[in-house]
């Protein structure tokens, strides 16, 4: 017997993703800028929907890992900024152009190609990832390269950027780093890497090269630590949020939430978590013949 008809489906409830974009716009820094990060098919929630409800509820930006899934985003009509994450080849500079997107930089010989591809075609906007600690993409900060040797890591994080910054066919934008434990209850790690991160940019700053947008959050850094997200020190004032699209979260976690030194952390933090609907259901339908 040969099953023509699927039997699983995931159901999204738009209308919970629409509350918990709000409701995340609510808790973050007046000013702060969220960006909807839609990879994977929106994390499997369909890219094209979710973005154009996130932006419809608050997000401004679109993040995403992939130039096809970028394209994708433009040909639905979707106008706002999008950032690609991962590695788009140097041939892709007129892509880049023509659909007016936003690339991630990490090498400086990279960067250096693809200024030169986008030659007579364009300026190419692009955000420098740095790794402060993840150990996936990004330039790796000084004090974390001594002993490796690979592309990513030089003698000098500042002198990579100021010549990625130099370049005549990009437009330095942006600059970014991703926590690889934010969504941990152990925080000490998260800390650590924002600790790097501020440092890094204060020094960046000081060398004159100073990205006008700087993003660090991710889902777990805005729900858990919203409370240093929203008190940053002012030298931190530029820090935008990304957020990926909320998975469904226990109502009672968010008794969990604490500041490190065991207070509750803010009721609005509190308020926010309790509300957080499940946008996708799982529908599992057997077909008796
Ligand atoms: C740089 C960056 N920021 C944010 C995100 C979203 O991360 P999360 O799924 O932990 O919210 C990703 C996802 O890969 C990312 O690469």
């Known amino acids: 017997m040969i099953l023509e008809k699927q039997l699983t489906w995931a159901e999204i409830d738009l209308n919970a993703y629409a509350h918990n974009i709000k409701e995340l716009r609510r808790v973050t820094r007046p000013g702060a800028r969220l960006m909807a990060v839609v990879k994977a ?37 979707l106008e706002a900024p999008i950032l690609i994450f991962g590695y788009s080849s140097p041939d892709s500079a007129e892509t880049l152009i023509n659909y007016d997107l ?31 600690g993840m150990g ?33 066919n990009l437009e330095t934008e942006g600059i970014f780093t991703h926590f690889a434990t934010a969504d941990s209850a152990d925080k000490s790690y998260a800390n650590k890497q924002l600790d790097r991160f501020t440092d890094f940019l204060n020094r960046l700053n000081r060398a004159g090269l100073s990205p006008p947008v700087r993003h660090a959050a991710n889902s777990g850094a805005v729900i858990d630590m919203a ?11 530029g820090v935008d949020i ?28 509190n308020d926010f978590l309790a509300g957080i609907p499940s946008t996708i259901n799982i529908v599992v339908k057997s077909h008796m013949t």
Request: glycine content about 8%; overall charge negative.
């Open 102 to 132: 936003t690339q991630t930089v990490y090498s400086p010989a990279t960067a250096e190609e693809l200024s030169d591809q986008a030659a007579r075609k364009g300026k190419i906007k692009i955000h420098i990832k740095v790794d402060s």
């Open 242 to 269: 990304l957020l990926v699209v909320v998975p469904p979260v226990d109502s009672d976690i968010s008794a969990q939430f604490q500041f490190p030194d065991g207070k509750p952390c803010d009721p609005a933090v």
């Open 227 to 237: 409370h240093q997200i929203k008190y940053f020190p002012s030298s931190f004032e």
């Open 136 to 168: 996936r993409l990004g330039l790796l900060l000084d004090e974390l390269a001594g002993g490796i040797s690979d592309d990513r890591s030089t003698a000098n994080t500042i002198d990579d950027i100021a010549a990625i910054n130099g370049l005549a």
């Open 41 to 77: 098919n929106g994390y499997g929630h369909g890219a094209v929907e979710v973005a154009r409800t996130a932006l419809q509820n608050g997000a401004e930006s679109l993040g995403v890992a992939r130039l096809h899934e970028a394209v994708e985003l433009r040909e639905a009509g």
